[in-house]
């Protein structure tokens, strides 16, 4: 072999060698890019290709079958070359169609002297290129999945240039990394999208549900005033007859006074769940030892009823009247749901690294496993108490909720219940 071939062989190997490596580098710019940094990345990397294969202009453009048309996404151009991304918009496929023919068939369009094409029209191809100033011209097919959808090229202005077969496979290469980066683009751009439509539904349904909170409260509150002046004028009508009406009208009065301290129970119900989240500004250190005690005042408790609690209940951070009503909620729940002849409520606390779990069990009738889901939502009453306005439990869900906690139940027919509720410890 003669030295000037070895000096050839060599040359081509070392120019093998620094492609391989500028792809390695380009690549490893994508791995880790952030969405909004892809498409300068891109011209970064046509750059780094156009100046490596001395091209003066290089791009992308994609291809649209259903108009049949193809436009340029993307440009870098060198020192003294003038753009063409803004005139090469919407360029009929019908102008180009060998150009198309070749990139359906996975194949470079390679043009090596754009002056030798034939002169064929107006709309051809020379008198596409010819204004462009370009000498020469190669395009790579970009195909996903068997679907073109657009190509990268590479053109020289200021000289002819001839591509080697080694430096056509380099830009295949290329030219399927660029299209797995637009697939990765379009893909987070989808995830992206459907977060934001996501974040506009909940946005919208928390207007939704406070413009609804805030109806309801209005409402209750409006309501108060009339049962107020009802329950009055009955026990004034009540109390000034009593020597005409006999038991039986007496009776409807008393039922009337009844329906109305439900309803009135009802309407305190609603002021309090819909008001959740609108009072909770203070937050304070407190023990759920005094919570519970604060909370055991304020119920009626049988006089048959034990109830065991645990001295090491934790001290948290929040809203102590909240989470009193929390305790008096699941108690008062416990109590009214309890026929055994030796009723009994524990209350306890386990603990992780990130919660407190509190533990209310009592040995009552119990709940079947079709309704431990079903009995925190609103208005949902599986017995027919005549105290119960069918919100405790909701309530208490959405207090624990709103400060990022959970709350569940475990229950056997018969055997009990066991309600519990997680509190973050931060």
Known sequence: MSHSNQMDKDQIINQQLRLQQLLISISTEYINADLHDIDGLINNSLQKMGEFVEADRSYIFSYNLI?????NTH???????????QNLQNIPTEYIPQWLEAHRKNEAFYIQDVNKLPDDGEFGLKAILEPQGIQSLIAIPMIKAG?????????SVKKLFNYSENEKNILFVFA???VNVRQRKEHEERIKEQEDKK????????????ELSDYAHAVSHDLKAPLRNINALINWIKEDNLDKFDDQTLGSFDLMLQNLEKMDHLIIAILDYSSIDKRDTVSTNFNLNDVVNDCLKKIEIPTNFKIIVSDALPNVHGNKQRMTQVFQNLVQNAIDYNESDSPLIEIDCTENEEFYTIKIKDNGIGIKKEYTDKIFDSFMK????????????????????SKGGKIWVESEVNSGSTFYFTIPKN
């Open 147 to 155: 679907e073109l959808i657009g190509f990268v090229g590479f053109d």
């Open 176 to 178: 399927n990394m660029l």
């Open 382 to 401: 599986l017995h027919n108490n005549f105290n119960s306005a069918g919100l405790g439990l909701s309530i208490a869900k959405r207090i624990i909720e």
């Open 67 to 71: 108009d049949n048309t193809s436009s």
């Open 199 to 210: 974040e506009i539904l909940l946005q919208n349904l928390e207007k939704q549900n406070k």
């Open 75 to 85: 440009e870098w151009c060198a020192s003294g070359i003038e753009p063409e991304i």
